[in-house]
């Protein structure tokens, strides 16, 4: 399957499949759909923010195919309903020889509910992202902002062919989309690493580095 025609497959069904990944990860639940085998597309992680009206999905397409791609799609609650606004996608790449974590952007846009009511314009609207977090196994919790994510024993965030969790927020109008800080805790709550809005490396990252005198 061509990236294009991969791009047509997905966006003739994300909006069909989401509805169901909101659902089960509302509830507690993992956010793979049983009736879709992974092999034809993995739901790696999903995140509802209710309390900002902000989410994401990640998934990837024919994940053991050599062409496999992964999805972000964006979520904003408007109008009594999640409703998917877009997101982002690409040539599937995980990391190889991950020590604690590697954070990537994921994806962000204009929230809905707010650039088209009088006096807000989409100058004063707050806006929607995302970031796909990969991560170590040493890793038991993350620190997303003020949000809390455990990872060991959570089926939510646990694909079997990877390792890794999504996160969206909504900006304030004018940040575009600033990432928040993202902290790694081993599982015995020891701090392993992290990752100011603005760094491009974590810290655990840049003492490698500086051990390897690079």
């Keep these: 399957m061509s990236a294009w025609d991969a791009s047509l497959w997905v966006g003739r069904r994300v909006d069909a499949l989401l509805p169901g990944v909101v659902r089960r990860v509302s509830a507690g639940g993992h956010p793979q759909p049983r009736w879709l085998p992974r092999r034809v597309l993995t739901v790696v992680s999903a995140d509802v923010d209710v309390t900002v009206g902000a989410g994401a999905v990640w998934f990837v397409l024919r994940p053991r195919s050599a062409r496999a791609r992964e999805h972000t799609a964006l979520l904003e609650w408007y109008g009594g309903q999640w409703r998917h606004l877009g997101g982002g996608n690409g040539p599937l790449d995980d990391p190889v020889g991950l020590d604690v974590m590697e954070v990537r952007a994921g994806g962000g846009v204009l929230s809905r509910t707010r650039r088209h009511d009088p006096p807000r314009s989409s100058e004063t609207a707050p806006w929607i992202a995302c970031a796909t977090i990969h991560l170590g196994r040493d890793v038991g919790h993350l620190l997303v902002g003020n949000r809390r994510f455990d990872v060991v024993g959570n089926r939510r965030f646990d694909a079997p062919e990877r390792r890794g969790l ?17 902290v790694a805790f081993g599982r015995d709550g020891t701090e392993l690493s992290r990752l100011g809005p603005h760094d491009s490396l974590d810290t655990h990252a840049w003492a490698r580095l500086r051990e390897e005198g690079v």
């Design 166 to 182: 999504v996160v969206a927020w909504m900006s304030p109008p004018g940040s575009r989309g600033v990432r928040p800080a993202v």
